[in-house]
């Protein structure tokens, strides 16, 4: 058995945060459905829009159903899709759904214990509730943008896409748990508005908390986190490649300075700019002298709170990420095996799973319509209908 065995999700969303998070609760178990667009023109913004190179891990685990929701057929289905579902995800611009006729109201009417979540980048309600954007923007609106990158340069783009991942899919995934557990001990369904921009603030909670505690407005490189001090950098080694220094701790910073040979180091953790620059070019010139595999070999078992910054085809076959099934190779149904990222929580009884890899757009239509007692002649003239592809 698994966690969320018996509990079904119907997704709407397309992009980036909702399938995330839906890859989340399958992964858990859950079943999750697909609502997807047909797409009889080949058009860009039907079904799944871009396909990209993850699409069969983040599709994983779930059935896909076209259906063309602007339909009076369509619509029918997806009322009856509505009435088996525990939950619903949506990723829209706010107002979509109602003018489709699928939001959390009409939804409601038919199932008062759906759990409704809306996926969206400044929220439903709010001035900016209206606007496009995108991860970048998400960022920058929050200040993360602000905080990344070198002190004397210009905001720098991180490497993922950490608005949609972390802060829209990660949070929703989060917040759909918690209603459903409110909704064992209630009986009651509920809507969820979760913004990217939201979870994206939280995610910033140091930084803004040290502004309204001290007035103080941190910059690029000018806290402990971003490269204020040696002792929390990035530094290139004789190869050309990069370790990851974060010895916060000053027993850690100790082990670290009597390793790198540089014992008179150790009272200068913390100082004026003028030492500190003397530390950071001491610990450059030190990295230097090594690759960093070397350094890695050296200092990882040394308490010292040092690692390998890795590629990512590094990644990939790192022995630790292997060993933690944090990258899994997995069977393909025609054969063969297709390396993926793995399940990230460990459960001891309800562990997740990759069962299935990711559809196709309308894969499972005729499946999941027989399920709801459509016969092979109806199903034949939803298509001639268009209301499924």
């Known amino acids: 058995m698994q966690a969320l065995e018996g509990i079904r999700i119907i997704d709407m969303a397309r992009l980036g945060p909702g399938p995330h998070c839906s890859q989340i609760l399958a992964d858990m178990g859950a079943d999750v459905i697909r609502v997807e667009a047909p797409d009889p023109k080949g058009g860009p913004r039907a079904g799944r829009m871009i396909k990209l190179p993850g699409d069969a891990a983040i599709r994983r685990n779930s059935r896909s159903i076209s259906l063309n929701l602007k339909t009076e057929e369509g619509k029918q289905i997806f009322f009856e899709l509505a009435k088996t579902a525990d939950v619903i995800t949506e990723g829209f611009r706010p107002g979509v759904v109602k003018r489709l006729g699928v939001d959390y109201e009409a939804v409601k009417a038919v199932r008062p214990r759906i759990v409704y979540a809306s996926l969206s980048g400044y929220g439903q309600e709010g001035p900016y509730s209206s606007y496009v954007g995108h991860d970048i923007n998400y960022q920058g609106i929050t200040g993360m943008l602000d905080m990344t990158g070198e002190r004397d ?23 759909i748990l918690a209603a459903l557990l409110s909704r064992e001990r209630t009986g009651a369904g509920q809507y969820i508005d979760m913004a990217m921009v939201d979870g994206l603030v939280t995610m910033m909670f140091f930084p803004i908390e040290e502004h309204l505690t001290t007035g103080a407005v941190p910059h690029r490189s000018g806290t402990i986190t971003t490269g204020l001090y040696p002792w929390y950098s990035i530094y290139e080694t004789k190869d050309g490649r990069y370790v990851s220094v974060g010895a ?34 001491a610990f450059r ?105």
Not at 160 to 167: E, F, H, R
Not at 265 to 276: E, F, M, T, V, W
Not at 359 to 365: A, D, S, W
């Open 248 to 281: 916060i701790e000053p027993w850690f910073y100790e082990n670290l300075c009597r390793l790198l040979e540089l014992e008179e180091l150790i009272p200068h953790q913390y100082g004026d700019d003028a030492k500190q620059e003397e530390v950071f070019a």
């Open 285 to 389: 010139e030190k990295f230097l002298t090594k690759t960093r595999d070397e350094w890695v070999e050296l200092l990882m078992p040394g308490e010292t709170c040092v690692g390998p910054v890795l590629a990512i085809d590094e990644v990939v076959k790192d022995p630790h990420l292997r060993h933690r099934e944090m990258i899994v190779d997995v069977e393909e149904e025609g054969g063969g095996t297709r390396t993926q990222v793995g399940v990230m929580a460990k459960l001891s009884e309800t562990p997740g799973t990759i069962r299935t890899p990711g559809p196709e757009v309308g894969q499972h239509t005729p499946e999941i319509l027989g399920e709801l007692g459509y016969d092979e002649p109806a199903i034949e003239a939803l298509r001639r209908s268009e209301a499924i592809a």
């Open 153 to 175: 340069g210009p905001p720098m783009i991180p490497g993922n896409t950490i608005a949609d991942n972390a802060g829209g899919g990660m949070n929703a995934a989060i917040s």
